[in-house]
């Protein structure tokens, strides 16, 4: 079980760079479900089955499905890979390398100076599982869940049309009474004093 470990943490870490190097964002949604699912196999083969097929199921599954709706939504085609071609270049990888490779020196110095822990060779069955998520960690569950509900008002409001956010502004009508016009109530005569033969 240590050997399927070893080579799941490897595809993984190889997959999520892939996924970050991608210009195409198909390509790299590809890639990025080839690292969810290693991480899967990492999981059972740490001994905890139902972890793994939370992943495959929620993330690699459900998650995975809407980022691909999302791109095919969006339509991005060639224009968009050259202009993430044009921001990525140059100077702009010199932060994030620097900061990446500060992190894997601190990794690599820890692994080497710890005794490795042996991997558990019990099963972690769902009781266990979550008396550990709704019980010591029940603070970490609810504030990740708030976190999630934040991301998701603001992936809203940044998602909603543009003709929609300006629709949604106070105008006057013709009698100078301030009516909210709702978009459509306008365009239909809704509101407005017919006008004068």
């Known amino acids: 079980m240590e050997a399927a470990f070893y080579i799941a ?76 071609g044009q921001w990525m270049q140059g100077s702009i990888w010199v932060g994030p390398v620097l900061l990446s490779a500060v992190l894997i020196a601190e990794v690599v110095y820890l692994i080497l100076r710890a005794r490795l822990p042996e991997i558990a060779v019990g099963v972690i069955d769902p009781k266990q599982v979550g008396l550990a998520l709704y019980g010591p960690y029940l603070i970490g569950v ?9 991301a998701l008002v603001g992936a809203c409001h940044l998602g909603r049309p543009v003709h929609e956010k300006t629709e949604a502004r106070y105008d006057r009508n013709s009698d100078g009474a301030r009516a909210h016009s709702g978009g459509n109530l306008i365009r239909a ?3 407005r004093t017919p006008d004068a033969p």
């Open 189 to 191: 005569g809704i509101g």
């Open 142 to 150: 609810e504030l990740a869940s708030m976190l999630l509900l934040g």
């Open 9 to 84: 943490g490897i595809v993984a870490i190889v997959s999520t760079v892939l996924t970050i190097s991608r210009l195409n964002a198909v390509h790299a949604l590809l890639y990025l479900i080839v690292s969810l699912l290693a991480v899967a196999v990492a999981f059972y083969a740490m001994g905890a089955p139902l972890v793994a097929a939370l992943e495959v199921i929620v993330y690699a599954g459900a998650i995975m499905v809407l980022f691909v709706f999302v791109v095919m939504m969006l339509n991005l085609g060639k224009r968009a890979a050259i202009a993430e």
